[in-house]
């Protein structure tokens, strides 16, 4: 440089007589450090895009549970997820709230089908039914509403009504499958020849027709089986363990209900048959 020439000018932004400040960039080790080597305009250092597999809290960090530096107090090191959460109070209104709803149930069970226990007790009427019996054709559920009237009966059915408005009738409840329940069919199917004044009838709760059809050709069944396939007579019924039967008087009052084990046998029924057939005649 020669003597006429004047100096250089200081950058605008320098402040006159300071050295050059250094460029401003992260920290080493900082997560958004770029690579050797990578600048972005204006030489500065060209920033990294946060991996978030490799993003790591900060020392002692209490929002995200890092460890503390020593020295730091405890509570820097305490979660924001290690607070307990007490659910004994929540607990206790998922079993209320199972509480109502069986209430709830049981109430619309009685409103809509007036059963309360299970079977039909004695001095009450038998509810009345139509089933399809499983050896005829009829394929269909049982209608709970039945005609009392034989002009408008199908024969393909089991109508408890029509039998009951001029004979006392044995009724047997039963599940297909369950040893006990079609022991019980088979005493009555012996009984049934026994007292021909009284009339016998099952009816298979929640059966199909071809499986029911199937127990009575294995078990030689002559007296009236119907399959329920719905489940609607069971329901109305109120069926809850079997054997069960109910005996009923001429008009389906309800002499005798009979349910559990101890009436699967042609001894364990017939005294209280005959005690239906005596009461009939009477």
Request: charged share 20%.
């Amino acid at each position: 440089m020669s003597d006429d020439e004047d100096p250089p000018a200081p950058a605008a932004d320098q402040p006159l007589g300071n050295p050059p400040a250094p460029a401003q960039g992260p920290p080493p080790g900082d997560p958004l450090a770029p690579e050797d080597g990578q600048t972005s305009g204006e030489g500065l250092p060209a920033l990294r895009r946060l991996d978030p597999d490799r993003a790591r809290p900060a020392a002692g960090d209490p929002a995200l549970g890092a460890p503390a530096p020593d020295g730091a107090p405890t509570s820097w090191t305490r979660s924001a997820t290690s607070v307990a959460v007490d659910t004994r109070r929540y607990r206790m209104a998922i079993g209320i709230f199972g509480l109502i709803l069986v209430v709830v149930v049981s109430i619309y069970q009685f409103a809509a089908n007036g059963v309360a226990t299970t079977g039909i007790p004695p001095g009450h009427r038998l509810r009345w039914f139509a089933a399809p019996l499983a050896s005829t054709n009829l394929i269909g559920d049982a209608n709970l509403r039945p005609p009392c009237t034989a002009s408008r009966h199908d024969r393909r059915a089991l109508n408890i009504c029509l039998i009951s408005a001029s004979h006392p009738l044995v009724l047997s409840l039963f599940v297909l499958g369950s040893g006990a329940c079609e022991n019980q069919v088979d005493a009555l199917q012996t009984l049934s020849r026994r007292y021909p004044s009284l009339r016998f009838a099952a009816v298979a709760i929640n059966g199909s027709r071809a499986d029911t059809a199937a127990a009575i050709r294995s078990h030689r069944w002559t007296i009236p089986v119907a399959y329920d396939r719905d489940g609607g007579v069971g329901s109305v019924y109120g069926v809850a363990v079997c054997p069960m039967a109910e005996l009923a008087l001429r008009g389906g009052i309800v002499r005798d209900e009979l349910i559990g084990d101890n009436w699967q046998t042609v001894a364990e029924l017939e005294p209280r048959i005959a005690a239906l057939a005596r009461a009939s005649t009477g």
